[in-house]
């Protein structure tokens, strides 16, 4: 019996419901699963079988994107695990829509194993590119430089049948790149704004890397990484918001839930950086509400390093419960994501400064004088200098100038 687990054992190990395996079971699908009683046991070194005895196993996924999560398939808080029941009958959509959910919720382990279904069966066009992203998220939470450059072959290895589908594999890797804020080669009728090279299905999720990608220039040129004729400080950042807000109403409009999410999250990044903290706190509030009914711990997980600790101290007055889930997350996220970014990047990036130390590091990247820095967050002159020279010394840098390029 040792070497034996429960129906429900094995749901939460293969990232399915009891249903499911249930069914696996009376179908005779799981190699020596045995009846005792009511109960069914299954041999612990068992593996989830590709598909149902009847189902064909590569069926079209029923959107075209690699992101089921961010189509309409999943348009309401709270309806996650409904969402993915209805696609039980497609075993690959039902799987991948799983992994994303999971990976949504900071589930990592069910996210590689998920990853490694899709890649191990050479399934089609988009659960190939799913997979590979999938397993690229797994890099950046686990620190693994090699899983991460194997999720890339991955992807380049999807079987393209046009250059239209050419064109969405050089995207998808731009795409794992944006993670690790490396935004350098996205195709240039990307950057353009244009999606028309692109399905419908996949442009809710395309809007939010394009806006993830304005968001990392504007990053870049206020914290003068780069030099853009015309522009400098924070006056793109300041004007992104202008370029999400239409786009979160049109995700509100299309039922496309996490894309709503995600450009919320932006949206209030933009304005926390501009100083613009009401409008930031309503964007933050709204898709905290969306994104709490399903524990959708790992997105919110992805921002907190952009609000200096202003993010958990919304999450508290919701639910402290959250927001244990997400620091402890973030744990994890934090010393991966730095280490994937700065290998890839060639930079030593900064794990172990608080939230205000980043703050302030962050306010002097973005060139304002102690003075500024000191109005603006109602401490003094000497706290703002005592902790620019704190940061300095804890990321083994020369110079204040250095500073952009640890955060």
């Known amino acids: 019996m040792n070497e034996l687990m429960t129906v429900a054992d094995a749901a939460q190990k293969w990232g399915v419901t009891p249903r499911r395996v249930q069914g696996l079971c009376k179908e005779g699908s799981i190699k020596g699963a045995v009846r005792f009683g009511r109960a069914w046991m299954i041999p612990t070194h068992a593996v989830l079988p590709s598909a ?11 959107r ?20 993915a029941e209805m696609l039980v009958n497609n075993p690959e959509a039902h799987t991948l829509f799983e992994a994303q959910i999971a990976y949504r919720r900071g589930e990592v382990d069910k996210v590689y194993d998920k990853a490694r279904y899709f890649l191990s069966l050479h399934s089609g066009f988009y659960a190939i590119l799913g997979g590979g992203m999938l397993l690229a998220q797994c890099a950046i939470w686990r620190g693994d430089i090699s899983l991460w450059y194997e999720a890339k072959r991955h992807i380049c290895e999807a079987p393209c049948r046009s250059e239209h589908e050419r064109e969405i594999v050089s995207l998808s890797l731009a795409i794992v790149d944006s993670t690790i804020y490396d935004n350098k080669d996205y195709p240039e009728w990307f950057t353009s704004g244009s999606l028309s090279a692109l399905p419908p299905d996949a442009h809710p999720a395309a809007k939010v890397y394009y806006i993830k990608y304005l968001y990392m220039a504007a990053y870049a040129i206020a914290s003068r990484q780069i030099e853009v004729e015309g522009l400098q400080g924070l006056a793109l950042m300041r004007m992104i918001p202008n370029t999400i807000e239409p786009l979160i109403t049109q995700a509100t409009v299309d039922k496309t839930l996490l894309p709503e999410i995600y450009l919320r999250l932006s949206c ?25 009914p399903d524990q959708l711990y790992g997105v919110l997980t992805e921002y907190v390093r952009h609000f200096d600790g202003f993010l958990e101290e919304r999450i508290s007055l919701v639910d402290e419960n959250a927001t244990e889930a997400v620091r402890e997350l973030y744990k994890t996220y934090s010393v991966g994501w730095a280490k994937i970014s700065g290998s890839v990047r060639n930079r030593n990036l900064a794990v172990n400064l608080t939230a205000r130390e980043r703050e302030i590091a962050k306010l002097t990247a973005f060139g304002f004088t102690a003075r500024e820095i000191a109005t603006a967050l109602y401490i003094s002159e000497s706290t703002v200098k005592q902790t620019v020279l704190r940061v300095i010394q804890k990321t083994g840098i020369s110079s204040r100038t250095e500073i952009a390029y640890v955060l």
Do not use: Q, W
């Open 64 to 83: 075209r994107s690699p992101f089921l999560d961010m189509t309409n398939l999943y348009h309401t808080a709270g309806l996650a695990d409904a969402c």
């Open 52 to 62: 149902s005895k009847g189902v064909e196993p590569h069926l079209p996924m029923p």
């Open 268 to 292: 209030a990044v933009a304005y926390y950086n501009s100083g613009d903290r009401a409008r930031a706190v309503a964007h933050i509030d709204k898709a905290i509400s969306l994104a709490l």
